[in-house]
């Protein structure tokens, strides 16, 4: 069984997730927030493309229990309920509610990922949960795509290093160079690199700074609790939600 | 000044080499093999994107000390003169001579530069000499980005390496994390982890598996020499070619 990493989900092709299991990082913040709602009782969240389509979504669904979220450029989006950040998905917000989500580079990854055979959120607030569906994945006979959802479809600092946390959790010591490709392998040195502690990496990266710059470093302190938010996030049918047991 | 890595050329823009200092690398082998190329004589070397344009462009361009090169899945090209193994390109085959190549990766890689205000050829075996033109291009004010051929549209750890020599032999001590992008980070980051012998990294990368499993490791031996083809090319005019002193 192989694990391949995407360090940015442009140009993912069908037949590079097809059959397989796929896990989509977007720790600054897509995923990490996605993970905090589900842990607060959200119902699902529907990821989307545009704002417009998440208006038409939300005009489709009806007003009841529904939350229009997500940012550009890192802000709020005029008339939606809820940002992108973690710390607003507290369970008086977000509890039975369906989220409707935009943001510029987490939904799209997310987006791109489907054909897979199952496709699973991850982040540092859901490390050990992602990582033992990753495990298992690969004893059931699966090959692993991590993909990275980047940054304007480049490289990000942030999503690489966490990639990298991934594939060690799921593998451990049993790495064995052709179960990986390169980025697998620099995801790794990544690793070997900043260590164990998320601080350095995620607040290294060109998001964090970004948030930094406008006034939203509390997420990125947020977003490096590893297992803050124990959950795994399953999109299927349109919608990620809390993976069954099993 | 900044530093931009990108580690594949897919979805290079335009606006994103304008105006700026490129350098194309594809140690495995095509930028090698253009450095050694040039370094023994070679007059110019064409890239083009298929084997279809080399066959034609030796038409146009006619016989005399026209030689056609390249590799198609690392192996040559039936008819072709030569292939893209560095240690082809020979005083006696290659003096005087102008070459047409087409590579999978590399060709490819330095065609999405053109448009940049420069675009030079990067390699283990040029490193230095990359490097003295880089600091002088950002003494002179220009923002480099140095691009990456990878594999297959894909990230390759062999370049991204070579990728991080370039920055730091660039840059130094000097290393200001704003002036870097994140995967200008992450090289350098893969240079602090393997240290500074090539073996290690450009072996571990699946352009070198690839190679050996085609009866071809010598040229991962080959292109693990730093400075051992101490030339400049540079691409202009739709050409490769010793860039002059200055």
Same sequence: chains 1, 2.
Avoid at 123 to 141: E, F, P, V, Y
Avoid at 175 to 197: I, N, Q, S
């Amino acid at each position: 069984m192989t694990i391949q990493v995407v360090f940015t989900p442009a140009g993912l092709a069908k037949d590079e997730v097809a059959g397989r299991g796929v896990f989509v990082i977007d720790v600054l913040r897509a995923t990490t927030t996605m993970c905090a709602a589900l842990h607060h009782g959200a119902r699902s969240i529907i990821p989307v493309a545009s704002i417009e389509e998440a208006i038409r979504m939300g005009q489709t669904l009806g007003p009841d229990d529904l939350l229009l979220t997500g940012e550009r450029h890192g802000k709020p989006i005029p008339g939606f309920a809820l940002g992108n950040s973690p710390l607003e998905m507290t369970e008086a917000q977000v509890r039975g509610k369906t989220l409707v989500m935009t943001t510029t580079n987490g939904t799209g990854a997310l987006l791109s990922a489907a054909g897979a055979a199952h496709v699973y959120v991850a982040a540092a607030a859901n490390l050990s949960a992602a990582a033992a569906r990753a495990r298992q994945l690969m004893a059931d006979g699966l090959d692993l795509v991590v993909v990275c959802a980047g940054r304007h479809g480049a490289f990000g600092l942030d999503d690489a290093y966490t990639a990298g946390r991934l594939v060690v959790e799921t593998i451990g010591d049993r790495r064995r160079l052709d179960d990986l490709d390169d980025a697998a392998v620099a995801a790794v040195d990544l690793v070997r690199r900043y260590g164990v502690r998320w601080e350095r990496p995620l607040g290294r990266s060109a998001a964090a700074r970004q948030l930094d710059a406008i006034g939203m470093a509390d997420d990125v302190v947020e977003a490096a609790k590893q297992d803050r938010y124990p959950v795994l996030p399953v999109f299927a049918e349109r919608r990620v939600q809390v993976a069954p047991l099993g």
